[in-house]
C-alpha cells in the first residue's frame, strides 16, 4: 500500500485555488449518465448529497435513522467557526489555520486545514442564505462568541443549538434535491458492505432495517460520510446508533484507516450516575466562557462534599482551586479541550473529585462569579449605579439565563440540581475521534471511487481538535471540497455506463453479509450484544482512555482479543432477519467495534508521544504536560487490514511536512 | 446522584409484530430500576432482561438521548412524551415516577405514522412534507453574498429560532385529537416567514407545504391546543396563526 497525499505545489495560501483551476470537470448534459452514493446525512452527508444532486448527478443518499434530519450532527451544540473578522479582533484565514494547526498539536495537514480556514467565511454565508437563524446583535449583524483553545471571537451560533440548526439547513438543502428527483433517499437502510469492481468503489450492499432485505445499490462513486467511532468505548456523548460500520467496511476492503488512537475527551460532560447508564451528555463548551472550574483545595472538603455534609457554595472562596486559572493563566478556563480534560482527571486522580459515586470523578463548573460580574452590569446598563446584591444576583441569573438557558434546563433534568443555585458538575467523556479513514487532499481513500467525509475521514483535525471546528469540517467537505474533487473522479468515468448489480462482486459481497447475519441469529449463545459491548467499553476507557501506558495497551489488546471471541462464540441476538431487529443491527456494529477496538489500542502502543486526545504516561514533563516527539513521531499512522484478528495489521506512515509554519510546543499558559 | 433508589414497577406496553398485525398490551414486571435512570435506558433495562429470558425484545425508536434529534416517542400514561411538560422521553427520569407504579407504553397514535413494529411509527410524511416546499432555493455554491449584507432584525432571527427549534418528532400530531400537524408545518413556515432570506417564496412555499400535509393524511386543526402543551420544545400556537396568515395571504394573490 502506497500513501500518495496528492498536496499541490504552490504556496500554501494558493494551492486549493491554484488546484481547483486545474482540476477536470464534468459537463452538466453528462452528470445524469452518473450515479453516485452517500453514506450518512448529517452536515458532511446532507451538504454533499445536496450539492451533488444539484449539480446534477443521480445521487443516492442513506441513513440509518427514520430520517436524514436525526443526524447526530444535530446535537452539536456550541458552535461554527468562521475567520470572518467581523469583531475586528485580529482574525484572519492564516489564524484560524494556525489555531486549528497549533489545536491539532501538529499531528494535521497544513494544506487541508489552510482549505478549511479559507472556505470557513462562504460556509456562513452559504447558510444564512439558507435561512439558517443564527444568533443576531441588536443592529442585525451576525453574533460571535469565543471558544476553547483561540483568542479571537470567530464562533458563529444558535444559542445552545448550532449543530441543530446547521443541519436542518443542510437538510433543507437535502430535502429539496429529493423533492426535485434528483437525490433518492434512503431511511432506515444501513451499508453492510463496500462492492469494488476491477479495484474501484462501485457500490454497496445496504440493509433495509424495516424489511430486513438485503440491497445491491451501484455507483460510479461512493462517499462515506458516516460519522465517528466514539461508541467503541460504550459510553460517549455519541447518538446510541453513531459506529463505525461503514468506515469500517471500506477499510477492510482496502482503505488506510489513519490515527485511530486520537480520541477526543470533552471536558464538559455530566458525570456517569450509575451501572445502568447508557450514554453521556454533553455540556456545551461555551459554558466554560462564562463559568469557572474548580475543586476544593482541601482533600477533607471534598471528602464532605461527597458524603453529602457538605454543600460546595459552603466552601469559601479561598478554600476552592481554580485549577485551570492557576496553572494555565493566559487561557485559564478556555484552555483546549484535552488540556482541560487531562487537568480534571488530575484533580480526580488526587483524590479530589467531587461527584458521590464510585469513581468520584467530578468537578465543579461555577456561574456565580458570572452572575454577580453581569448582573452589575445589567443593573449599570439600566441606570441603576447603586443595586442591592439581590438585584445583581437577579439580574444577573437573567442573563445567564438568556444565554445558556436551554442549556441550564438540560442539566437540572438530568440531575434533578439547579444550576443557578448550586454550581454545575461536570467530567470529562468520549466525545468525538480525530482518526478515521485515511485520505488524500482530495478526500478520496485509497480505494479509487471511495470518497470519505466529515469526523469519517482523518484530514483535519490532528491530534486534537478546537472548539466549534467539527461543524465548520462537515459542511466544508461537503459544500464546497467533494463537488470538485469528486467530479474530477468522475471525468474520467463518462464512457463507463451503468454499472450492472448482477455482476458477481456484487452477488459475492451480498452472500457474505448474509453469512454473518445468519451465522448471529444461529448462534447458540447466552449474553446480549450490550454485555459484550459494556465489557469493551470498560477496557477502552481504562486503559485506551484518557491516559494510556505501554502495559496498559498491551494488557487491553490481549483482553479485547478475548471479548472477541467470547462474542462470537457466546452472544445471544434474538429475532429473525426479514424483519425490524435492532438487536441484530447492534451485533453488526459491535462485531466492527470489536476489530477497531483493537487497532486503536495497537495505534496508542506504537506512538511513543503523547499529543492531543493522546497521553501516554511515560511522556510527560515534571508539571505533567505532554511531550511531544516531532522528530520520530510527526506522522499519520495509517493502517492496512489484514484480518479480524487486528494485532495482524500493518502499519503506514505518511510523514508531515510542516512547510508553512514552524512546529511550537503548545503553550497556553 | 446521591439521592437515587430503587423502584419497581409494572408496564403495560403495546406490542405489535409489524405493520399488517394485530397489536395488544403485554404486562412486564421490572424491578431494580434506578430513578436516576432515563425513561429510555429502564427500557434498555426491561430489553436485557426479556433478552436474557431469550424472549423478543421491545422495539422503540431513539437516538441521541440528548433531546434534540426528535427520533425518540412514546404515549406515557396517554401523554406524549410522558407526564413531564418541555420533555422529550429521552429526557424523562424515573425519578417521576414511584414505586409501585403500573406506566402504559403506546406508540404515537396517528393514521399518517403507520406502526412498524411495537412501539415504532413511520414519519416519513414529516420528510415529505418539507420536501414539498420547506427550504430556501439558494444553490448550495457558497457564492452567496455575505453573510451580513442583509442585517436581520434580532427579534425577527429569535422568534425565527424558535419556531427551527421544532425536533420533528411528532409529539404534536399524537397529541392532537385530529391528528393535525399544523404545529410542525406552522414552525416550518414561520422560521422562513420571518426571515429576509425565506420571503422570495413564501406564496409557493406555503401553498406546497399545506398541499402535502393534507394529502399525508393529517387533520385539520379547531385550535384545541394540545400540541402546544404536549410539545417538548414549547413550540407556540403562534406559528400556526402565521401559517393560517401566510396561507390565506398566499391563496388570495
Redesign the interface.
Known sequence: MKLDSKIPEGPLAKKWTDYKDHLKLVAPNNRPKIDIIVVGTGLAGA?AA??LG?MGYNVKAFCF????????S??AQGGINAA?N?QNDGDSIYRLFYDTIKGGDYRAREANVHRLAE?SG??????????V??????????DNRSFGGVQVQRTFY??G?T???LL?GA???L??Q??LGRVK?Y?RHEMLDLVKVDGKARGIIARNL?TGELERHSAHAVVIASGGYGNVYFLS?N???SNVTASWKVHKQGAAFANPCYVQIHPTCIPV??T????L??MSESLRNSGRIWVPKKKEDAEAIRA?KLKPTQIAEEDRDYYLERRYPAFGNLVPRDVASRAAKERCDDGYGVE?NDTNEGVYLDFSSEIKSKGKEVAYAQGNHDPSDEEIIKLGKQWIEEKYGNLF??YE????ENPYETPMKIYPAVHYTMGGVWVDYNLQSSIPGCFVAGEANFSDHGANRLGASALMQGLADG??VLPYTVSNYLADEIRTGKISTDATEFAEAEKNVKDSIDKFLNNDGTK?V?YFHKKLGLVMWNKVGMARNEKGLKEAIEEIGQIREDFYRDV?V??SSD??N??LEKALRVADFLELGQLMAMDALQRNESCGGHFRDEYQDAEGETLRDDENMSFVGAWEYKGQDTTKAVLHKEDLKYEFIKIAARNYK | MSSAKNINITLKIWRQKNANAKGGIETYKLDNVSTASSFLEMLDQLNEQLVNERKEPVAFDHDCREGICGMCSLYINGRSHGPETGTTTCQLHMRKFKDGDTIYIEPWRSKAFPVIKDLVVDRTSFDRIQQAGGFVSVNTSGNTIDANSIPVPKDDADKAFMAAACIGCGACVASCKNGSAMLFVGAKVSQYALLPQGKVEATQRVLNMVRQMDEEGFGNCTNTGACEIECPKGISLENIARMNREYLKASII
Open positions: 451538504s445536496a450539492s444539484e435513522q427514520d430520517s436524514p434530519r436525526r443526524a447526530h444535530i446535537a470572518k467581523y472556505v462562504n460556509i456562513i454565508d452559504q447558510c444564512v442564505a439558507q435561512g437563524p443564527f444568533a443576531r446583535e441588536y443592529g442585525g449583524m451576525l444558535a444559542a443549538q449543530g441543530q440548526q436542518l437538510y433543507s438543502s430535502s429539496r429529493i423533492g433517499m431511511n424495516i456523548t447518538a446510541m446508533g450516575h450509575g445502568n447508564q447508557s450514554k451528555t454533553l453529602g458521590a434546563e438540560m433534568k438530568i440531575t434533578d459544500y464546497f446480549s450490550d445471544y434474538p429475532g424483519e425490524l435492532p438487536e
